[in-house]
C-alpha cells in the first residue's frame, strides 16, 4: 500500500493566501499567456479553457511565500501576473536568491510529480496572482482529456529536461574553472 504523503505544510501556506476561486473566471488571462510563455506554445484557446477548469487561482501580497523549501507539496502553480523570488538555503542555512520569475511561467513541477519535498522557497515579490495545478487534478486530465495531458506532459519534461541541461553545463564551467 502507498504512504500518504504529509502535504499539510504546503496546504497551510496555500490556505494562507488568498483564494480567487476556479481557473474558469481567469481563462482570459491565462490564454493571453500564450505566445508569451514557453509552457503555452502549442496550447489553443480550447486548451487553455479546459486547463483552466482543473485550476484553482490565489493572490500573494508582495513578501507573502508561496512554497516553502522542505515542505512536501502535490501541485504546481503557473504565474498568471505578478513576479516571484525563488530562493535557495546555502550551505550556511542563508536564503540565496537563484532567479525571478513572471506571468507565464510556472513553479513547483518537480513536486507535483516526484512527491519529493519542494526544491526552494518561493516568495511573491509584488501582487501576483497565480493558478495552482494538483497531482490529482493532472491525472483527472490525462483521463478526461488525453491529448490535453499529453501536451502538458510533454511541456513538464520538455521543460524539466532543458533546466537539468543548464545545469548540468553550467556545473561543468564550475568544474572546469577550479
Known amino acids: 500500500m502507498a504512504e ?3 502535504t499539510s505544510a504546503d496546504r497551510k501556506v ?3 493566501l488568498e483564494n480567487l476561486g476556479a481557473g474558469t473566471a481567469f481563462a482570459d488571462q491565462i490564454f493571453s499567456l500564450v505566445g508569451h510563455s514557453q509552457f503555452f506554445a502549442e496550447f489553443n484557446r480550447q486548451d487553455v479553457d479546459r486547463l483552466a477548469g482543473y485550476m484553482r487561482i490565489y493572490h500573494a501580497q508582495p513578501e507573502q511565500t508561496i512554497i516553502r523549501e522542505g515542505d512536501v507539496g502535490d501541485y504546481m502553480l503557473l504565474v498568471i501576473r505578478g513576479e ?7 550551505l550556511m542555512g542563508e536564503q540565496q536568491l537563484m ?9 513547483g513541477e518537480m513536486s507535483m510529480i ?3 519535498p519542494r526544491f526552494a522557497t518561493c516568495i511573491a515579490l509584488k ?11 493532472m491525472v483527472k ?3 478526461e482529456s488525453p491529448s490535453l495531458g499529453a501536451k502538458i506532459l510533454i511541456k513538464l519534461v520538455t521543460m524539466l529536461s532543458q533546466r537539468l541541461r543548464h545545469t548540468s553545463a553550467t556545473l561543468l564551467q564550475y568544474m572546469g574553472s577550479r
Open 4 to 6: 500518504k504523503m504529509d
Open 14 to 16: 496555500l490556505e494562507s
Open 84 to 90: 516571484v523570488d525563488i530562493y535557495k538555503r546555502n
Open 99 to 107: 532567479t525571478s520569475v513572471t506571468p507565464g511561467m510556472t513553479l
Open 114 to 116: 516526484d512527491g519529493e
Open 127 to 137: 501582487e501576483t496572482t497565480f493558478g495552482t495545478l494538483t497531482r490529482d487534478d
Open 141 to 143: 486530465i490525462i483521463v
